[in-house]
């Protein structure tokens, strides 16, 4: 004859284990259900990344052509305009008036970044787009 109390053991833990299943098969439905989503939102940002590539190529700056010499053309500051799309020198320029203790004039940016006196020409393209403030004085500081 069965023990009526092994019996009882038997079913009581057959129903744990019955609400375990129960548990872990949620929590396994909720797994599946964020790899889902994680699959989704990796598909959106590999689109976007794209799509944020092409638009920076689009964006940086593109060589011209001014009296027959070839010249590279500075674009405008505009949210989603970063200062790598400037050329290497503008992006020296910049720099060195960020790094300076306040606003300077053209020559200090000559000097420190070892370019001729007439720096002055350089700091007016990215003063007219945007990139930098003169002064009333005739100094150069960066925009915030």
Known sequence: MLDPELLERITARRAELDG???????QLTE??????????????LERMSEQLADEHASVAPAPGQVGGRAVMLIPHR?????ET????DYQRILAAVRRAAGPVMARQVG???GIDVSMRGKLVSPVDR???RKLPDGRFTTRL
């Open 85 to 88: 799309t400037l050329p290497p």
């Open 31 to 44: 797994v599946w259900a964020e790899r889902d989503e994680l699959a989704v939102a990796e598909r959106v």
């Open 20 to 26: 375990l299943e129960e548990q872990r098969a949620k």
């Open 130 to 132: 945007g990139w930098l």
């Open 78 to 82: 505009t949210s989603g305009v970063e």
């Open 111 to 113: 000097d420190v970044l």
